[in-house]
């Protein structure tokens, strides 16, 4: 089984930065694609940017030029940078890592358990 445990949310003022990180551990795994999604009230979860194992990215079109995506493939992290944020960038925000477990010897997905990123004055 694969974790995945997310920090660095928190509360910040319309135009400042935020760094979520967030760091998949078990036994004897690779991750290929990593993101992260957010859900705010009400509304469904949807991806944020993703990141490949060769560094390919993805981006929502509300947040291009704004959020950088990186990953550490050596610590298996994957960060997200979060700067001009807005009130509407309110959510929980939620770590994912699809890949390889040698253990069952099958494919896996996994969520970390979120952290709430909050944009107000």
């Known amino acids: 089984q694969v974790q995945l445990v997310e920090s660095g949310g928190g509360l910040v003022q319309p135009g400042g930065s935020l760094r979520l990180s967030c760091a998949a551990s078990?036994?004897?795994?690779?991750?290929?694609?990593m993101g992260w999604y957010r859900q705010a009230p009400g509304t469904e979860r949807e991806l944020v940017a993703s990141i490949t194992s060769g560094g390919s990215t993805n981006y929502a079109d509300s947040v291009k030029g704004r959020f950088t995506i990186s990953r550490d493939n050596a610590k298996n992290t994957v960060y997200l940078q979060m700067n001009s944020l807005k009130p509407e960038d309110t959510a929980v925000y939620y770590c994912n890592a699809d890949g390889w477990s040698y253990v069952s010897a099958r494919e896996f997905r996994s969520w970390g358990q979120g952290t709430q990123v909050t944009v107000s004055s």
């Open positions: 078990g036994r004897l795994f690779s991750t290929n694609a």
